[in-house]
């Protein structure tokens, strides 16, 4: 990181930005090309857990190539100025990189989905086997994450 007074080495803070956080834009490779998502998610123990339908774009890139890029933000205040070069914002981010996998026990992806919605509710949830059936569920396994704020 080229700025060092901006990081974030503390993993704990880093987990804190990841837990708050409720979108997380997962990053693949499209032949020479990237390709970015936005996707609700959730945080637990190093990975990342997704879930989606069984079919499409990003489904087949990460079947190509496993490695993936994310990143998560919270901006916490823009700051206004009357020059356009005094102009901030205050915020934190996480960036990271790991490897993508697909769950397919219904005891694992239940287990990723209360995951998912625990990052949004307090609730505790039923999935029907019908839906476990239909949905799709994405573990990334962490292998490096950094923290910036301003």
Known sequence: MRRKEKEITKKEEIEKIL??????????????????????????????????????????????????CFEVDELIRL??????????????????SGKAQFLEDSKEKKNALNIIMSQYSDRSFEYPDEMLEKTLVIKVVIDEMTGKQS
């Open 19 to 68: 837990k708050q956080s409720h979108v997380c834009r997962l990053a693949m490779v499209d032949e020479d090309k990237p390709y970015l998502v936005p996707m609700n998610f959730g945080y637990s123990d190093g990975c990342l857990f997704f879930h989606c339908a069984k079919q499409g774009r990003k489904i087949d890139l990460i079947k190509k190539n496993p490695n993936i």
């Open 79 to 96: 700051k206004k100025a009357s020059l356009a070069c005094d102009w901030g914002i205050d915020f934190k981010s996480v960036i990271g």
